[in-house]
């Protein structure tokens, strides 16, 4: 099993950055795939950034260009980093590790005003 714990989110004018984190119970570097997903209200769950244990990346094409995921094995930790956020970027983002089954953490909530 994994335990995973976001942090980061908050409330960001439109243009702004934030970096999120997610720090997991046990190593990661034989986790098959890390994640970040997101879910505005009233809306699907929808994949936002993964990075695999062998180090690929791969991102959502709305947001592509404005972020960067990465990984600290020492840490256990994924990060998010998110640049030149918009309004509708405003969602809970959830953490996600896939290693045959599916884990989740609780969700940080990233606000972006206009």
């Known amino acids: 099993q994994v335990q995973l714990v976001e942090s980061g989110g908050g409330l960001v004018q439109a243009g702004g950055s934030l970096r999120l984190s997610c720090a997991a119970s046990?190593?990661?570097?034989?986790?098959?795939?890390m994640g970040w997903y997101r879910q505005a209200p009233g809306k699907q769950r929808e994949l936002v950034a993964t990075i695999t244990s062998g180090g690929s990346t791969n991102y959502v094409d709305s947001m592509k260009g404005r972020l960067t995921i990465s990984r600290d094995i020492t840490k256990n930790t994924v990060y998010l980093q998110m640049n030149s956020l918009k309004p509708e970027d405003t969602a809970i983002y959830y953490c996600?590790?896939?290693?045959?089954?599916?884990?989740w953490g609780q969700g940080t909530q990233v606000t972006v005003s206009s």
């Open positions: 046990r190593s990661i570097s034989f986790i098959r795939r």
């Open positions: 996600n590790a896939y290693t045959g089954t599916d884990y």
